[in-house]
Nanobody, 121 residues
Framework: QVHLVESGGGLVQPGGSLRLSCAAS????????MGWYRQAPGKQRELVAT???????NYADSVKGRFTISRDNAKNTVYLQMNSLKPEDTAVYYC???????????????WGQGTLVTVSS
């Protein structure tokens, strides 16, 4: 089995910074794509940022210039550095992995349980 575990969420003031981590566990050969999504109460889950195994990144317009996604392939871990946080960034942030290749099977998509980020004074 493959599991994703997020960490690093919490309460931060507007303008502050927070760093999220997501570690994938299991006998993993490769994770093709990893990303972060977020969902506020009553809203649809939306893409925040993605990164390929080769390091190509993509960001939602709302976070460009403020958030940075990165990954450590040796640790099967993806990070999201969030700077200049705004109240509208408040949401549950979910880690996602696509194309997770293991010895037994390939998982098309795996989701973490989510970590809450609250931006408030």
């Amino acid at each position: 089995q493959v599991h994703l575990v997020e960490s690093g969420g919490g309460l931060v003031q507007p303008g502050g910074s927070l760093r999220l981590s997501c570690a994938a566990s299991g006998s993993i050969f490769i994770i093709n794509d990893m990303g972060w999504y977020r969902q506020a109460p009553g809203k649809q889950r939306e893409l925040v940022a993605t990164i390929t195994s080769g390091g190509s990144t993509n960001y939602a317009d709302s976070v460009k210039g403020r958030f940075t996604i990165s990954r450590d392939n040796a640790k099967n871990t993806v990070y999201l550095q969030m700077n200049s946080l705004k109240p509208e960034d408040t949401a549950v942030y979910y880690c996602n992995a696509r194309g997770v290749v293991t010895a037994s099977r390939t998982y098309p998509g795996v989701w973490g349980q989510g970590t809450l980020v609250t931006v408030s004074s």
